[in-house]
């Protein structure tokens, strides 16, 4: 009964309703676990490499159980790539902060540049470890197919909300992407490895 007095939505605690509070330790507790849960595997993938590394002992390394892993992660991949799903998010947020009159692709580009210019949580790509799982791409397909269905979700993102700024049903046109989607396997690889070295202000980690 205590848990159901304390979603009543009268109940404050300092104002805040009680609920809404515990919602939000849900929320970061399942955050914290997550973030742990990727940094286990990106750990382990560089240490033992990816086909030697598997989801339980992914999970054994975050203390969490499988079938908590597999509430967050599809895969010991999707895992340890968790940070570039971050970075897309980042992008697009500032993406959807950025002043209505620019058009698409001047708003994106400075999405870009307002993501890598936030120190308070510097780009992911940057770092020196992501640098060394990065260069896994090339030689880890599995990897690499994660890394893509991750990036276009990231860019179909981008699509709605540059639809959503345009008030069109599809902005595939007028999207920075949308030049680029007939671009061949080569390319795409190409793109996948840029992240490992030092890149300019205004490009995305993809």
Known sequence: MGDIEATEPNATSGGTPVGADVEDRRRRKARRTRETLATAAIELILDQGLENVTVSAVADRADVTRRTFSRHF???????????????????????????????????????????ADQTDPARHLRPDMRRLFALLDTEPALFAAYERIRVDAQEESIRIIAARLGRGCAWR?????????????????????????????TASW
């Open 74 to 116: 599809v895969g010991k991949e999707d895992a340890a790539l968790d940070f570039v799903r971050g970075d897309g998010d980042r992008i697009n947020a500032c993406l959807r902060a950025r002043p209505a009159t620019e058009p698409p692709l001047v708003a994106y580009r400075r999405a870009v540049a307002d993501w890598l």
């Open 174 to 202: 007028a999207c920075p992407y949308g030049a680029g989607s007939g671009r061949g396997p080569a390319r795409r690889r190409s793109s996948a490895r840029a992240p490992t070295r030092d890149r300019p202000t205004g």
